[in-house]
Structures are given as structure tokens and as C-alpha cells.
């Protein structure tokens, strides 16, 4: 197999593995997993945005492979990224279980998650996902890639910004303490 070749498998099969492990945690947890047409009826523009970015960013790859445009130690470390992208992705959704949605905002349901990874990170499923992007940045390595990522980047503080204000409001001082010990993309340093 030529070098080209190995690297699109494994562009793709991290990208698989990325999605579709997630989702198999959060469904067998019991997660409610809204019909695209839910989501697409909702008002939450950053969702366009950030989805919008790493579609772009996907197809931006495989058009770098295909055309073997890639430089090999970029695309290494891209790769590592989207490893630990992965990583966190999974624990978290392994923590955050019937919890999870793709959506902004709480459920009636929903109970606060302060363990695992979340006892350090926020919303660790973002971290993950803005990893993700910068993995496939990395991967594109070229000036459009960086801007993808930059957009799904302040989509991304928008959403956190509208998420925490609706978990505040559903868990009032509890979050507002839980808040103060913790980063929401990065762990804090103490």
C-alpha cells in the first residue's frame, strides 16, 4: 500500500470511529437522539456554523490526500490530535450518558455531571470536537484549514455561552460552584 493510500484509510476510519463511537455510547445510555429535522428546525445558528466548518474541513482532507498535497509530519500530528480527540470524546460521553444531545440547552431530565472528566473540563465534548477540527486542519495544512478551525472556534464560545447560561438557570449556585473549579475547554490550573 503506497503512503497516500494508508493515510486515507486512516482518515477515514478515525473519522468513523470519531462519529460513530460517540453516538453508540450515547444511544446505549439512553441518550435521546433528535431527528435531523429537529435539529435543523431549532434556532441554533452555531450549530450551522461549527457543522458547516467540519464538513469543510472533512471534505478540505480527503481533497489533500486524494491529491497527495498533504505533508507528512502535519498529517502525523493531526492525527495525533484526532487520537486524543477521540479520547476525550469517549469519556465523556461514557460520563455524560443519557445526558448527552446534540443540542444547546438542558432537559427536564437532566442532572448535573461533575465526575470523570468532568470534574476538570465543562463541556469536554467540545474540547473533543474542536480537537477534532484542529486535527483535520493540521491534516489540510493550509490557510483555509486554519480559518475553518477558527470559525468552528467562535461558534463554539457562542454555544458555551448560551449552554451556560441555561445550565445555570437550571442549577443555579450548584453550577455557579461546579463553575468556578473548572475550565470549560481546558482544565483550569489551580
Known amino acids: 500500500m503506497e503512503t497516500t493510500q494508508i493515510v486515507l484509510v486512516i482518515f477515514i476510519l478515525a473519522i468513523v470511529l470519531y462519529n460513530y463511537s460517540g453516538l453508540y455510547i450515547s444511544r446505549k445510555s439512553g ?4 431527528f435531523w429535522s429537529t435539529i435543523v428546525k431549532g434556532k441554533d445558528y452555531t450549530y450551522y456554523l461549527i457543522y458547516g466548518s467540519y464538513l469543510a474541513l472533512l471534505i478540505a482532507g480527503v481533497l ?4 497527495e498535497e498533504y505533508r ?3 498529517t502525523i ?4 490530535v484526532i487520537l486524543l480527540s477521540i479520547v476525550i470524546n469517549l469519556l465523556a460521553r461514557q ?3 443519557r445526558n448527552w444531545s446534540p443540542l444547546a440547552g438542558t432537559s427536564a431530565e437532566q442532572r448535573l455531571i461533575k465526575s470523570g472528566i468532568y470534574a476538570h473540563i465543562r463541556h469536554p465534548i467540545y474540547t473533543s470536537a474542536l480537537l477534532l477540527s484542529l486535527g483535520l486542519a493540521l ?3 493550509s490557510l483555509w484549514g486554519l480559518v475553518l478551525f477558527i470559525l468552528a472556534l467562535i ?3 457562542f454555544r458555551i455561552n448560551t449552554e451556560e447560561k441555561a445550565l445555570l438557570a437550571k442549577f443555579g449556585v450548584e453550577y455557579q460552584e461546579y463553575a468556578k473549579k473548572t475550565g470549560a475547554l481546558l482544565p483550569k490550573l489551580h
Open 31 to 34: 441518550a435521546k437522539i433528535p
Open 64 to 67: 489533500v490526500i486524494l491529491r
Open 139 to 141: 491534516i489540510t495544512s
Open 155 to 157: 461558534a463554539f464560545v
Open 77 to 80: 500530528a493531526g492525527f495525533g
Open 72 to 74: 507528512l509530519p502535519l
Open 95 to 97: 460520563e455524560l450518558a
